[in-house]
């Protein structure tokens, strides 16, 4: 199935890998061990269109901001060609298009959960010859009953040399729950987080997926990944924007 080709293709190239490593920062945080997850907080959405497409592609989870009902968060791109459509759809009409959501492990093996109505219309794929993860974001109505792990989302961005885990799955491990892959936070801007991988990745399927701090916190949304001096790294899509998009959205 097509997942986030082109999230992780274009992000290889261009603007994106140029604001890497702005001058040396504090050393790297390697020993925070990871925060312990609740289960079923990372899933796999299935989104049925209205116009009987189906889009099964990246990761989703549940999060709450500062005490709010919780929410389904995932990426816009998954919208378009990382999803398998030709031409990716306007966030503006994303309500209206998307017929149903559901949620399952990390195998689409079991059903978990279903979510509600489409909550953001500002949300747009990520332009990677300017490095803007920013609008990449959708989010989508929870029952709070839905029986879905929860974690909030961080207050702030993290510092530069955080230790952070992305929350998923390799396509070639078994196992129908997440895993946490451990990175080092290299940049931080308004636009995009930049993650240093500790071990590399294959980061297919993890588009719109969360990474957490050692506090069990979202820190970000994983948008793409890319190599450069001899490194992988992994880009997201700040916390800061993520909670911007909800408040425009009504989410409190």
Same mark, same amino acid.
Request: proline fraction near 7%; include cysteine.
């Given at each position: $199935?097509?997942?986030?080709?082109?999230?992780?293709?274009?992000?290889?190239?261009?603007?994106?890998?140029?604001l890497?490593?702005?001058?040396?920062?504090?050393?790297?945080? !390697?020993?925070?061990?990871?925060?312990?997850?609740?289960? #079923? @907080?990372?899933?796999?959405? $299935?989104?049925?269109?209205?116009?009987?497409?189906?889009?099964?592609?990246?990761?989703? @989870?549940?999060?709450?901001?500062? *005490?709010?009902a919780?929410? &389904?968060?995932?990426?816009?791109?998954?919208?378009?060609?990382a999803?398998? &459509?030709? #031409?990716?759809?306007?966030?503006? !009409? &994303?309500?209206?298009?998307?017929?149903?959501?559901? &949620?399952?492990? $990390?195998?689409?093996?079991?059903?978990?959960?279903s979510?509600?109505? /489409?909550?953001?219309?500002?949300?747009?794929? !990520?332009? @990677?010859?300017?490095?803007?993860?920013?609008?990449?974001?959708?989010?989508? =109505?929870m029952?709070? %009953?839905?029986?879905?792990?929860?974690?909030?989302?961080?207050?702030?961005?993290? !510092?530069? *040399?955080?230790?952070?885990? =992305?929350?998923?799955? /390799?396509?070639?491990?078994?196992?129908?729950?997440?895993?946490?892959?451990?990175? #080092?936070?290299?940049?931080?801007?308004?636009?995009?987080?930049?993650?240093?991988?500790e071990?590399?990745?294959?980061?297919?399927?993890?588009?719109?997926?969360?990474?957490?701090? =050692?506090?069990?916190?979202?820190?970000?949304?994983?948008?793409g990944?890319?190599?450069?001096?001899?490194?992988?790294? =992994? @880009?997201? #899509?700040?916390?800061?924007?993520?909670?911007? %998009?909800?408040?425009?959205?009504?989410v409190?």
């Amino acid at each position: $199935m097509p997942l986030q080709t082109k999230a992780l293709t274009k992000c290889t190239t261009g603007a994106l890998l140029a604001l890497l490593f702005g001058g040396c920062g504090p050393t790297p945080d !390697t020993t925070s061990g990871p925060p312990t997850l609740p289960a #079923n @907080f990372a899933v796999r959405p $299935m989104f049925k269109l209205r116009d009987g497409r189906d889009i099964q592609a990246g990761t989703a @989870f549940s999060a709450t901001m500062d *005490g709010s009902a919780p929410v &389904l968060i995932s990426a816009m791109h998954l919208f378009g060609e990382a999803g398998g &459509l030709i #031409n990716d759809l306007p966030g503006s !009409t &994303l309500p209206e298009a998307i017929a149903s959501v559901g &949620l399952y492990d $990390m195998e689409y093996g079991k059903p978990l959960a279903s979510a509600g109505i /489409e909550l953001i219309r500002d949300g747009k794929a !990520t332009d @990677f010859s300017t490095g803007d993860c920013s609008p990449d974001v959708v989010a989508f =109505a929870m029952d709070s %009953h839905s029986g879905l792990g929860v974690l909030p989302l961080a207050k702030s961005n993290p !510092t530069v *040399g955080a230790r952070v885990w =992305a929350v998923g799955r /390799e396509y070639k491990d078994e196992g129908a729950d997440a895993k946490l892959y451990a990175g #080092n936070v290299s940049d931080v801007k308004d636009t995009a987080i930049t993650i240093d991988e500790e071990t590399p990745y294959d980061g297919k399927g993890f588009s719109g997926g969360p990474v957490v701090n =050692a506090q069990g916190e979202v820190i970000g949304t994983t948008i793409g990944s890319g190599s450069s001096g001899g490194r992988t790294h =992994a @880009f997201l #899509n700040p916390v800061e924007s993520i909670r911007k %998009h909800l408040l425009t959205a009504g989410v409190h």
